[in-house]
C-alpha cells in the first residue's frame, strides 16, 4: 500500500488522515503542534471556577491581562483567552507582510478549528455553483462527517439555505434569552420573512447534547470559551487522537514544513523541514504528499517549493476570507433579568437573509451574552466605572451580539506572492487584499436590514457599537489553488489533485473556488473525506 505524507493536523488533514487509515494506507503527518494545557477542575462550572481556582484572575485573563481587548484601540471585542495563546503561537521568524488583510495562522495541534465556536453549516447547490462538483457529490461526506463529530441541529426555517444532512442530534436547550428571540421570532415570522426576507432557527453547532463514545454530552458549564471540559464541544485533536490509534498512522509534531523537492519530471520526490526542537532539517519521502496546512500556510509551501527550485517568485490569485460584521444588541424585554452563566456560552440561533441569487445569501449567528469577557462593553459605555457597572448589571441578561458573514468571490487583485530577501535568502510572504467595490453598499444594507429585523424583535442596536471586522479576522481563508474543470497552472483537478505536482493533493481551503457567507470547517472536513475516499 502506498505512503502517504500530510502536512497539518487541522480539520482537514485529521478527516483526510482518518479517511485513508481506514483504507489501510501507510500515513505520516507531519505538524508543527503546539499543544495547550488540559482542562482543569472538569466538573466545576465558570462560576465554581472563580471560587475554587488560587489565581482564577490568571486563568480567565492572563498572567499579564493579555486576554482584555478594547475596541476604542482597533482591537475586537474578543480574543484567545490565555488556555487557547498556544493556537497563535507561531515560530519565531514567519516572515509575512500584509495589505489590507490581518492574517492569522496557526501551527496548534488541530489547528485554528481548535478555537472555533463549532458552527456546523453545509453549503448549498447554489453555493456550490463555482465548484467542479455538484451538492450531491459531497452530501454523503457531510453525512460521514456529522457522523463523526456530532452534530446537534433541527429542521427549522433555516434548512432553505443549508440542507439537512444525517446523524443530527437533538438541539442543545436554549437559554432563556434565545428562547425569547425564537418566540418573537414566531409571532413576527411574516412580516420578517416577506419584508426583509430574514428567517431565524436554530444554529447548527459540533456540540453533543448527549454522550457519544468517549465525549460527554455538554453540561451546560459555561465554560466554551476557554475550552470544553467534557469533550462535548468537538475539536479536530479529537479525530486525531483516533487516527493515532492505528498502527499505520505516525504523528510527527516539532516539523515547520518549508516546501518539497520534485524532479524533472514534475513529480514530488521529498518534503523538506526545520526540526523545531533539535533546530535541524527534517527531510522525508513518500509516494504521495498531501497538502492541509491551511491557505496562508499551503501557498506558502507551494510557492515556496517553485522557488527553491527555480528561483521563480509566482503570484496566487484569488485570495478570499469572509467579511465579518459584529452587531452588539440589547433586548430591552430582558433588561432587569437575572441571566445564567452556567449555560452553553456560544451561539444556539442563526440568522439567515435571503437573496435573488443563493451564492449571495448573508449568514449570522446570535449570541446571546453570559459567560464571555465583559470588559470591552464596560470600556465602550459613557460612564465612570461604578457606573458603568450599575447599569451594565442590569441590561446583561438582554445583551448579545449578531456576527454576520458576507460571501467573497476570487479576484485577481487579491493575491498572494513572495519577495526574496537579500540578506537571509529566505522569501517573505506578502499578502495584498482590497475590498470589491460594492462592499460598502453591501455592507449598508445588510446592517440596515439586521436592525430592522432586530428591532420587530425587541431589540435595539446602540448606534456606536457595530463593527466591521478587518478582512482576515474570520480566519474562512481560501481560493488561492482553486479547483478547475481544465488543467491550468496553479490550480487543481475536482479531487484536488494539484495540476502542477501531479502526486500532490491540496485539501484545504485553497482549493475552493468560492466562499458563501458561512462558516467553512464542516465543509472543509467533508471535501476532505471526499477526496480521501474518491482519489485514493
Known amino acids: 500500500m502506498e505512503k502517504l505524507l500530510i502536512v497539518g493536523s487541522g480539520a482537514s488533514g485529521v478527516h483526510f488522515a482518518y479517511s485513508v487509515l481506514q483504507k489501510g494506507y501507510e500515513v505520516v503527518m507531519l505538524d508543527v503542534g503546539h499543544e495547550g494545557p488540559k482542562a482543569i477542575n472538569a466538573g466545576d462550572s465558570i462560576v465554581d471556577l472563580k471560587a475554587n481556582l488560587s489565581d482564577p484572575a490568571e486563568y480567565f485573563l492572563g498572567r499579564t491581562y493579555e486576554a482584555l481587548e478594547y ?6 471585542y474578543y480574543g484567545l ?17 500584509a495589505r489590507g488583510f490581518e492574517p492569522l495562522v496557526s501551527f496548534a495541534k488541530g489547528g485554528f478549528a481548535e478555537a472555533w465556536t463549532a458552527g456546523v453549516y453545509p453549503f448549498n447547490e447554489g453555493e456550490f455553483r463555482e ?13 460521514e462527517v456529522a457522523r463523526r463529530i456530532g452534530v446537534t441541529g433541527t429542521m427549522d426555517d433555516l434548512a432553505r439555505f443549508f440542507p439537512l444532512h444525517d446523524h443530527l442530534m437533538e438541539s442543545l436547550h436554549l437559554d432563556e434569552h434565545s428562547q425569547q428571540l425564537l418566540a418573537l421570532y414566531a409571532k413576527h415570522k411574516r412580516y420578517l420573512n416577506t419584508k426583509l426576507r430574514c428567517y431565524l432557527g436554530r444554529s447548527r453547532v459540533a456540540t453533543l447534547s448527549h454522550g457519544k463514545g468517549e465525549r460527554n454530552g455538554c453540561t451546560y458549564r459555561g465554560r466554551c470559551l476557554w475550552g470544553c471540559p467534557v ?64 491557505t496562508l500556510s499551503s501557498s ?5 517549493t517553485i522557488f527553491k527550485r527555480t528561483g521563480d517568485i509566482i503570484t496566487l490569485p484569488g485570495l ?43 449568514h449570522g449567528q446570535i449570541t446571546t451574552l453570559k459567560a464571555a469577557p465583559v470588559h470591552s462593553i464596560l470600556h465602550q459605555m459613557p460612564f465612570d466605572l461604578r457606573t458603568a457597572i450599575f ?18 468571490r476570487r479576484r485577481e487583485e487579491n493575491y498572494l506572492t513572495l519577495k526574496k530577501e537579500d540578506q537571509t535568502g529566505q522569501p517573505t510572504l506578502i499578502i495584498k487584499y482590497a475590498p470589491a467595490i460594492e462592499e460598502r453598499s453591501l455592507i449598508k444594507r445588510t446592517v440596515r436590514t439586521m436592525k430592522r429585523a432586530l428591532w420587530s424583535l425587541g431589540c435595539i442596536v446602540p448606534p456606536t457599537m457595530t463593527h466591521v471586522r478587518p478582512m482576515g479576522a474570520s480566519v474562512h481563508y481560501a481560493g488561492t489553488i482553486p479547483m478547475s474543470p481544465k488543467r491550468a497552472p496553479h490550480t ?32 472543509l472536513m467533508a471535501n476532505a473525506a471526499r477526496v480521501a475516499d474518491t482519489a485514493f
Open 300 to 304: 506558502r509551501i507551494f510557492m515556496d
Open 71 to 76: 475596541l476604542s484601540s482597533g482591537r475586537e
Open 81 to 97: 483567552p490565555p488556555s487557547k495563546s498556544h493556537i497563535l503561537s507561531n515560530p519565531a521568524v514567519l516572515g509575512l507582510e
Open 231 to 294: 469533550g462535548a464541544l468537538y475539536t479536530p485533536s479529537m479525530t486525531l487522537k483516533e487516527c493515532e490509534r492505528y498502527p499505520n498512522f505516525r504523528y510527527l509534531p516539532h516539523v515547520h514544513v518549508s516546501h518539497f523537492n520534485y524532479n524533472s519530471e514534475g513529480r514530488i520526490v521529498s518534503v523538506v523541514g526545520q526540526l523545531r526542537n533539535e533546530h535541524g532539517v527534517y527531510e522525508a519521502q513518500a509516494d504521495k504528499f498531501i497538502l492541509a496546512a491551511g
Open 492 to 523: 487543481t483537478s475536482r479531487y484536488c489533485q494539484s495540476h502542477d505536482f501531479e502526486n500532490l493533493y491540496i485539501v484545504d481551503g485553497t482549493t475552493f473556488p468560492f466562499l458563501p457567507a458561512k462558516n467553512i470547517t464542516f465543509s
Open 391 to 408: 447599569v451594565f448589571r442590569n441590561v446583561r441578561a438582554g445583551l448579545g451580539v449578531v456576527n454576520v458573514n458576507l460571501p467573497e
Open 131 to 143: 465548484f467542479p462538483f455538484r451538492y450531491n457529490d459531497i452530501e454523503p461526506y457531510y453525512n
Open 320 to 362: 478570499m476570507d469572509n467579511r465579518q460584521i459584529l452587531m452588539p444588541f440589547v433586548n430591552r424585554k430582558m433588561i432587569g433579568k437575572r441571566y445564567s452563566p452556567e449555560s452553553y456560552q456560544y451561539h444556539q440561533i442563526a440568522v439567515g437573509i435571503e437573496s435573488e441569487q443563493p451564492e449571495r445569501y448573508i
